[in-house]
């Protein structure tokens, strides 16, 4: 029987994190989590769960979006027409409810973004009452957010260039390229509904939404781009090396710059892409996303130079 080993969940009470060793079959053991876990503590749980297992790709909460990816918008590649209209309306009432609206609590008080908070239901709901794919989205992870910073205190960085931003969740990230003058931006994220909530946060900044593709990139055919930026993705060893080799090729055929925002998790710190990153800048880390990362302390900017 295979088995694993991770410290994962925080207690209900978000001021007391706690870690809980678990040695069990993995299978049995997201089976009974789901029963028991809410919402917000699934996503921390799952995050950390990816950070720790190769298993974690057999259940592919993430692959099952990604194996049936599309352009949210179809046109949006090739024209600039409002996407907020667009919005599945009952989707957008749902999000609209299910999150909060908040600048504070992060590295970037500039950016407003409707995330999963304890003021929000399903924080504290069970996991599986969730009616859509996991919101991993609805979290501001510390990469993004150092990420974000550097972008709005750099602009010179992206000011007139086109920008990727890779895996990017709440699109914190491409919103501060945006603000920073990124001339072109394309928003990437294997969950369409991620791609509705990206949607919502323009909207909450007053830009115009960016083109969105809910297709997994890295399977696809490169296209050119100033800068490449991906925050938290260094989770698991098999993307890290199918990152490595995608942004590698990125760099050697069209000199595209990589910017990588990550904290350092320990699972992947010994993988190769490390050898290739140089630390540009780095951030302590608010109290708030102190306590709902096990009191990681600091997160960097690093630069992809293979």
């Not at 990816?69 to 009952?90: A, V």
Request: aromatic content about 10%; some cysteine; glycine content about 8%.
């Amino acid at each position: 029987m295979p088995s694993f080993a991770v410290w994962c969940c925080e207690a209900r009470d978000p001021e007391i994190p706690v870690g809980i060793k678990w040695e069990t079959d993995p299978g049995s053991f997201l089976t009974r989590c789901s029963l028991t876990l809410s919402a917000s503590e699934g996503l921390i749980f799952g995050k950390r769960l990816m950070a720790s297992s190769l298993g974690w790709k057999r259940w592919g909460l993430l692959q099952a979006v990604a194996s049936c990816g599309f352009f949210l918008f179809p046109w949006s590649h090739c024209s600039r027409r409002r996407m907020g209209s667009f919005l599945d309306p009952e989707i957008r009432a749902f999000l609209e409810e299910s999150t909060e609206v908040t600048s504070s609590g992060s590295l970037t008080p500039e950016i407003r973004l409707r995330l999963l908070t304890p003021k929000c239901k399903f924080w504290w709901e069970r996991a599986d009452l969730w009616p859509y794919s996991d919101p991993y989205w609805a979290v501001y992870w510390p990469g993004g957010q150092a990420l974000s910073r550097y972008l709005l205190d750099n602009p010179d960085v992206v000011r007139g260039k086109s920008v990727l931003d890779l895996g990017n969740g709440c699109g914190a990230t491409a919103i501060a390229a945006h603000m920073s003058g990124a001339s072109r931006i394309l928003a990437n994220d294997i969950d369409p509904v991620a791609g509705m909530a990206i949607t919502l946060n323009c909207e909450l900044n007053q830009l115009s939404p960016f083109p969105i593709l809910t297709k997994n990139i890295l399977n696809l055919e490169q296209d050119q781009w100033d800068l490449v930026v991906l925050g938290d993705m260094l989770y698991d060893e098999a993307l890290a090396d199918s990152l490595h080799g995608w942004l590698k090729k990125c760099i050697w055929t069209f000199g595209t710059q990589v910017l990588i925002g990550d904290p350092g998790r320990s699972p992947c710190s010994g993988h190769s892409i490390w050898h290739d990153l140089h630390k540009v800048a780095e951030y302590s880390l608010t109290e708030a996303t102190r306590q709902q990362n096990n009191g990681l302390t600091t997160s960097a900017v690093w630069d992809f130079q293979p």
